[in-house]
C-alpha cells in the first residue's frame, strides 16, 4: 500500500493557477464589453479551464506523452462540461453568463483539489517517455 505524501509547492502552483483561474474570468466580465481583456480570459477558462482541472493534477510527474494527452482531451472536456452546465442553466430557466461562469469557477475550483483522472498515456507507459 502505498503512503501518499502531501503535495509539494511546485505541484500547488498549477492546482492553484486553476482555481483562480476561473473565478478571474468571472472578474473580466466586469470589464467593459467588447474588450478583448473581458472575453479572452472567458474564452481561454471555458475552453480549457475545467478540463485541465479534471486532467492534469496527476500524482508524480507525468511522461511527455502524457502531457500532450493531457492537453489535447483538455478543450474537449472542458466544452463538453461547459455545454452541459449551459443546457441544466437553460432547462433551470436560470442561465446568464455570471451564474454560468459561477457555477464552472466553483466545479474547476473544487476539481483542481482532486487528484486528476487517470490518463491510459501515463498508465501504459507513453510513446517518448522512459
Known amino acids: 500500500m502505498a503512503v ?7 505541484s500547488l502552483a498549477p492546482r492553484l493557477l486553476l482555481a483562480v483561474s476561473g473565478w478571474a474570468a468571472l472578474g473580466a466580465t466586469a470589464l467593459p464589453g467588447g474588450s478583448p481583456v473581458r472575453w479572452l480570459p472567458v474564452l481561454v477558462f471555458v ?3 475545467p478540463g485541465l482541472a479534471l486532467l492534469h493534477p496527476q500524482p508524480g510527474r507525468l511522461r511527455p506523452g502524457a502531457r500532450l494527452e493531457a492537453v489535447a482531451l483538455a478543450a474537449p472536456v472542458s466544452l463538453s462540461l461547459a ?6 442553466l437553460f432547462l433551470a430557466e436560470g442561465w446568464s453568463t455570471t451564474v454560468f461562469l459561477a457555477v464552472l469557477a466553483a466545479f474547476t475550483t473544487v476539481v483542481a483539489a482532486l487528484p486528476g483522472l487517470p490518463l491510459p498515456a501515463a498508465t501504459r507507459g507513453a510513446a517518448g517517455g522512459s
Do not use: D
Not at 4 to 10: H, R
Not at 83 to 88: D, N, P, W
Open 47 to 49: 475552453t480549457f479551464g
Open 4 to 10: 501518499q505524501t502531501a503535495p509539494s509547492a511546485g
Open 83 to 88: 455545454t452541459l452546465t449551459a443546457t441544466a
